[in-house]
Nanobody, 122 residues
Framework: QVQLVESGGGLVQAGGSLRLSCAASGRTFSSYYMGWFRQAPGKEREFVAHISGSGGFTYYARSVKGRFTISRDNAKNTVYLQMSSLKPEDTAIYYC???????????????WGQGTQVTVSS
């Protein structure tokens, strides 16, 4: 069982930056692939980025590539999402999730956090 708690969301102006954190419980954190997803009002939850257990492999959605960076600190059981050059269309609830496989599909993720709101004003 893995419990995930996100933090770091908030209100930011367009062009600004935020860093989201996701703290995980359990002693097997490094064995999980970790992903970030987001859900805007009235839209489906969509993949943002994911990272391998060692942190050596990352992948980003086209919409955030070059602006967002995913990273992890296995000693702290934490995964991060550094978001820069934020746009109003990045406004959403951001969720971290854990999976045993490398995937961009929501249903492949076994554990989810409660989400943190990110609002980007124009």
């Amino acid at each position: 069982q893995v419990q995930l708690v996100e933090s770091g969301g908030g209100l930011v102006q367009a062009g600004g930056s935020l860093r989201l954190s996701c703290a995980a419980s359990g002693r097997t954190f490094s064995s999980y692939y970790m992903g970030w997803f987001r859900q805007a009002p009235g839209k489906e939850r969509e993949f943002v980025a994911h990272i391998s257990g060692s942190g050596g492999f990352t992948y980003y959605a086209r919409s955030v590539k070059g602006r967002f960076t995913i990273s992890r600190d296995n000693a702290k059981n934490t995964v991060y999402l550094q978001m820069s050059s934020l746009k109003p269309e990045d406004t959403a609830i951001y969720y971290c999730a854990a999976s045993r496989i490398l995937s961009r599909t929501r249903s492949d993720y076994d554990y989810w956090g409660q989400g943190t709101q990110v609002t980007v004003s124009s």
